[in-house]
């Protein structure tokens, strides 16, 4: 029984471990940084390679388990977006989930050494439920973290369109006005439109086609807004001048509105607190005069 029960605190510790790594920012992928430095794609990897236990068992999942749409859909946009793999996804998930299904058991396993008699149904029914909940984490975590990217990525894009104005505004051709600010820009936005550029241009093709299809990698829909309509203003001068100064207005407009409706919306959300506040105050100062009140009366 001694070991039964070190064996579920161990299990219980490790749950609680991978849960606070799910909360924490994940490092980046290797190859996902150097892909960002270098201006080549990096080959991927030969299915012959030596692939870890993890991967293939991550792999398994997401071709029995994963779904295209529902509660078992893997989002694999928000992972391209942050450089994970489908495989680590998804052995987090099963990690969670065995945890969350086993700790109950450890702790009512405890509470029955103890001298207690908990039904055998509560930690049946704790473990299912605490296991799926836990086993839904990665799915919130890497949703929060790749809206806050996106946020990001658009705040960066409109920037740069700004820049990309001022290029061409000098005189420099398209192609040079689209990759000069890319090039010299820090951050991970910038890095990931060069790459799209240099990548288009090695392969001749159109930098605009570039830009859409990194909008659809990455779930931005400026990029690609922007990519379709400057397509159909072709490479007239005056014509794309006017698209960028368009899309840049209308990119700050919305960036604008974002913000005024997120401090409206924690501006209002202060209430509850203040007021809960506020009435505690009152209490506090009013008990002793209403106490003393009635018990004159």
Do not use: C
């Not at 039964?4 to 490092?27: C, D, K, N, Q, S």
């Not at 055998?120 to 836990?134: C, E, M």
């Not at 006005?177 to 060069?194: N, Q, S």
């Not at 794309?240 to 604008?256: F, G, I, N, P, Q």
């Amino acid at each position: 029984m001694t070991a039964l029960a070190a064996v579920a605190g161990f299990l219980a510790a490790l749950g609680a471990l991978v849960i606070v790594r799910e909360l924490r920012p994940a490092p980046p992928r290797l190859d996902a940084a150097l892909a960002h430095i270098q201006a080549t794609p990096l080959q991927p990897v030969p299915s012959g390679g030596v692939v870890s236990g993890r991967d293939r068992l991550g792999k398994w999942l997401g071709e029995r388990v994963a779904r295209p749409a529902g509660l078992l859909a893997v989002p694999r946009t928000d992972l391209a977006l942050l450089g994970r793999s489908v495989e680590r996804f998804m052995v987090d998930k099963l990690v969670l989930f065995v945890t969350g299904i086993v700790a109950p058991s450890g702790f009512f396993f405890l509470v029955a050494l103890a001298g207690g008699s908990p039904p055998w149904a509560l930690p049946v029914l704790a473990g299912l439920g605490l296991g799926l909940v836990l086993s839904f984490t990665p799915d919130w975590n890497v949703r929060a973290q790749a809206r806050q990217r996106r946020k990001d990525f658009r705040y960066a894009f409109s920037s740069y369109l700004q820049l990309v104005m001022l290029e061409r505004e000098a005189g420099a051709a398209l192609n040079a006005a689209l990759e000069e600010p890319a090039k010299v820009a820090d951050g991970w936005p910038f890095a990931r439109v060069h790459q799209a550029l240099t990548r288009a241009r090695h392969a001749q093709q159109q930098p605009w086609r570039a830009l859409a299809r990194l909008g659809e990698n990455i779930d931005v829909r400026d990029l690609i807004d922007l990519a379709h309509t400057a397509e159909i203003a072709g490479g007239e001068g005056a014509k794309m001048h006017d698209v960028l100064v368009a899309k840049v207005t209308a990119m700050r407009h919305e960036a604008s509105a974002a913000a005024r409706s997120e401090a409206n919306a924690r501006t209002t959300a202060m209430w509850v607190p203040t007021s809960l506040l506020m009435l505690g105050f009152v209490i506090l100062v009013g008990f002793p005069f209403f106490s003393r009140l009635l018990g004159s009366g």
